[in-house]
Nanobody
Framework: QVQMVESGGGLVQAGGSLRLSCTTSGLTFDGYVMGWFRQAPGKEREGVAS????????YYADSVKGRSTISRDNAKNTVYLQMNSLKPEDTAMYYC??????????????????WGQGTQVTVSS
């Protein structure tokens, strides 16, 4: 019954920008940590960014820090990932995920119990 639907992916040239969105239903949105993960073919799943229940705490992977911003709108049950200065190595399937809060703001896939279907981001050179 929990649903999480990503949108906003697509094909962009290197240096461009995208804003990914994930709209959720069926869960108490402001009771969950939200995260963005990505996985390219043949690569391990990577935690990109995560955000605490009320948006006050954020985490970014070193690979995207300074280029990306995670945010959430609890009134809309939606989490966003703004990505700027995109690089070909950002090409991947991007997934949003929801997890129960823990002591530390997690970016580990095992700490997230609900997942969306993914949206493809392709960055061309």
């Amino acid at each position: 019954q929990v649903q999480m639907v990503e949108s906003g992916g697509g094909l962009v040239q290197a240096g461009g920008s995208l804003r990914l969105s994930c709209t959720t239903s069926g869960l108490t949105f402001d009771g969950y940590v939200m995260g963005w993960f990505r996985q390219a073919p043949g690569k391990e799943r990577e935690g990109v960014a995560s955000i605490g229940e009320y948006g006050r705490n954020t985490y970014y992977a070193d690979s995207v820090k300074g280029r990306s911003t995670i945010s959430r709108d609890n009134a809309k049950n939606t989490v966003y990932l703004q990505m700027n200065s995109l690089k070909p190595e950002d090409t991947a399937m991007y997934y949003c995920a929801a997890g129960q809060p823990r002591r530390w703001l997690s970016a580990l896939a095992a700490d997230f119990g609900y997942w969306g279907q993914g949206t493809q981001v392709t960055v061309s050179s």
